[in-house]
């Protein structure tokens, strides 16, 4: 198993364009979730999906949109990029939409906005 | 709402010294409780979690968490620490409202370990 991936590992953007990074995971988890890291305030959740052709927004999704047409893959959209949005992105997936369930967390993207 | 105080940001441990990393947490009911860990450049790894029962729980690398529910803490120890731990780590706490379960995480804390 490769667990979850996340592709690209660096990015850098100039304000005003958009982006699509990817998460994938294959260990055919039904939640899978996208996080958001900033120096002194821990991790903060976006979006997370429950399932396939499900999803809902979590804590910090302003300028973000995220789909859920496959059980394996979760893509993050930047729609119109902001320094705001300058941070590292983990994307995360477990068995069940249960807090007790293991997260398994991708290696993150690197996002820098100019 | 639940909330994650890890009160020092940064700690400095000789390495073979023990540690002990500070988590308090606000939550009305029973909570669940995580300690995670993230390398440099990696994402982030469970070491350990508590849900019920006894309330000294053990993980993987040698650590462990002790609940005190009438502290509202979920401290991490280690014995004795290798030069391998050095990374950050993330107390969390998930609050299991049915539809809205939700991982709430902490500010962190940086452990540097000197030789």
């Known amino acids: 198993n490769a667990g979850v991936t996340q592709t690209p590992k660096f990015q850098v953007l100039k304000t005003g364009q958009s982006m699509t990074l990817q998460c994938a995971q294959d260990?055919?988890?039904?939640?899978m979730s996208w996080y958001r890291q900033d120096p002194g305030m821990g991790l903060r959740l976006i979006h997370y999906?429950?399932?396939?052709?499900?999803?809902d927004q979590g804590e910090v999704p302003n300028g973000y949109n995220v789909s859920r047409s496959t059980t394996e893959d979760f893509p993050l959209r930047l729609l119109s990029a902001a320094p705001s949005q300058t941070s590292v992105y983990f994307c995360?997936?477990?068995?069940?939409?249960?807090?007790?369930?293991?997260?398994?967390f991708g290696p993150g993207t690197r996002l820098t906005v100019l | 709402a639940q909330s994650v105080t890890q009160p020092d940001i940064h700690i400095t441990v000789s390495e073979g010294a023990s540690l002990e990393l500070r988590c308090n947490y606000s939550?009305?009911?029973?909570?669940?409780l995580f300690w995670y860990v993230q390398s440099p450049g990696q994402g982030l790894q469970l070491l350990l979690k508590?849900?019920?029962?006894?309330?000294l729980v053990q993980g993987i690398k040698g650590f462990e968490a002790e609940f005190k529910r009438s502290q509202s803490s979920f401290n991490l120890r280690k014995p004795s620490v290798h030069w391998s731990d050095a990374a950050e780590y993330f107390c969390?706490?998930?609050?299991?409202?049915?539809?809205?379960?939700?991982?709430?995480f902490g500010t962190g804390t940086r452990l540097t370990i000197i030789p």
């Open positions: 939550y009305g009911a029973t909570p669940y």
């Open positions: 508590y849900f019920s029962g006894d309330t």
């Open positions: 969390a706490v998930g609050a299991a409202n049915f539809g809205n379960e939700k991982l709430t």
């Open positions: 999906s429950v399932g396939a052709g499900i999803t």
């Open positions: 260990m055919n988890h039904e939640y």
């Open positions: 995360a997936s477990s068995y069940q939409a249960s807090v007790t369930d293991t997260q398994y």
